[in-house]
């Protein structure tokens, strides 16, 4: 598969095979297109990421693939901060369904509610900068408006997770490990009662 250089914000992945070679791309390739952003590329990000999550929610296999695929919007569509999220989000819904879809969407409103609540918490430089990019600080009506959304809690514990999963070096698997698991995930929405891919 070839990537286009260009942006690409409406492509959606259709098959396990098609992410899996996705997220193999994202390595080398960096949030930033002058690589000035975090010190980890997105492959090693993703893979941190999602195996944080594995640690913290082993049985929750739907917010580990959300942590593995959150940033994909940085390839699909390169220098779009503030739009990453929801190019994510529309790529990977037919395949992994609404509730990582959902995650992922949400992991950059979870960065803005996260220095509303806890202003003390320390971000990475890039994310400090994204932060205006990606509209600020919430405000108490946003904040109060962002934890009544049933998946606040798992966006959150995803955005943790994505702030953690950027240090250089760190030995946390490869990208063919978490192939069985996108099959599961993916396989549970042609189940009956699971609703349309």
């Known amino acids: 598969m070839e990537l286009s250089s260009g942006p690409v914000p409406d492509r959606t992945v259709g098959s396990v095979e098609e992410l899996m070679e996705l997220l193999h791309a994202c390595r080398g390739a960096w949030d930033t297109p002058d690589r000035s952003g975090d010190p980890v590329d997105l492959h090693d990000h ?10 913290s929610h082993p049985a929750d296999k739907e917010l580990q693939v959300a942590g593995l695929v959150h940033d994909l919007g940085h390839l699909l569509h390169p220098g779009d901060d503030a739009g990453h ?32 609540v806890e202003p003390d918490r320390t971000l990475s ?5 994204t932060l205006r990019a990606q509209g600020g600080v919430m405000g108490p009506e946003e904040a109060a408006a962002f934890a009544r959304d049933p998946l606040a809690e798992d966006a959150v514990v995803l955005r943790q997770a994505d702030d953690a999963g950027k240090v250089v070096g760190l030995d946390v698997g490869v990208m063919e490990d978490w192939r069985p698991v996108l099959e599961l995930v993916a396989a549970r929405l042609d189940q009956p009662g699971n609703g349309p891919r």
């Open 46 to 55: 993703a893979l941190q990421t999602s195996h944080l999550l594995r640690r």
């Open 85 to 116: 999220a929801d190019t994510a989000a529309r790529a990977v819904r037919p395949l992994l369904g609404d509730r990582v879809a959902g995650l992922v969407r949400l992991h950059v409103p979870a960065k803005r509610y996260l220095a509303a």
């Open 125 to 129: 430089p890039q994310s400090a900068l």
